[in-house]
């Protein structure tokens, strides 16, 4: 992995400054309008101002419109970058395939893998390009924010954020690297599968069929542990966002039960678990597209591709 991001920020390493600075701003301010939520829930009564409420309500709407003002320039420039990124692996492919001064392992694979390599697998990658710096930090940046925020409020709720958080990455550490053995037999086998298929002529036309039918019960059967891992682990995040819910709700009422909260902290405890599901399913969704896309970028790389094929990537 080490490699790999070594070879992004050598390739995008300006455009990847730009866009952390533009992550860790979005993050600072995801716990701001949870204050707001939680002053305007704790002020509602009788005695409370028009003006104090509407100026309250102004200055939330205003967190959220500068948030995602930021977040739409974020998400542009990655996917600019990702854009370029891709232009960029398909054009060193393609010249590193008709490269006739130097030997190149990928000059020997078939028409068919070379396709599947330009069109799906340089589009995965590229993809990820754009977003391999600028993910992690706006989803952990957020995560941070959001707990901090609410241990700082009631330490015993953010204690309870942080213990829902730590199983649900200890579940995917354990079921990830399963995933990424299936990912990598499963790209390895459509290839051969997409290279039989161009190269099959009449004399051997039987011969490759079988081939092609055996090659596509094998990606089933891979595909098909793959499913089962994925969807454990949904499960199982799922029972964990559930039982996190219930105990904010209970935590937090025996809390108010003894006058050490109010009503507006538990509400924006609930904000706030809701805040963590949405960047913390992301951060593993990153996890587990970051594992992919290094299977594959080994993959591409070890076809004898040299940076010298193609223009450096521009965003």
Known sequence: MIRFYARILRATGKVQILLVALSLVVAALAAVPLQFQKDIINSLGPDLEV??????????????????????????????????????????????????????????????????????????????VGQALANPVVQLGTLVSVVSFVAATQPYLGGFLVAIVVPQALIVLLLQERVNRRVKERTIVLRHATGTLSEENLAEVKAAQQAVLDDFDEIYETRRGIFRLKLSMKFMMNILSGIGLVGILMIGGFLMMGGRADIGTVVASISALEKINGPWRLLLNFYKELSSVRVKFDLIVGEGLTARNAKPAKA
């Open 51 to 128: 003006n104090t409420l509407i100026w309250m309500c102004g200055g939330y709407l205003a967190v959220i419109v500068v948030t995602n003002i930021f977040k739409f320039i974020l998400n542009y420039r990655s996917n600019l970058l990702g854009e370029a990124t891709i232009r960029r692996i398909r054009s060193a492919v393609y010249e590193a395939r008709h490269d006739t001064s130097q030997d190149l392992a990928i000059q020997k694979q078939s028409t068919g893998t070379i396709a599947t390599i330009i069109s799906a697998e340089a589009e995965e990658v590229g993809r990820f």
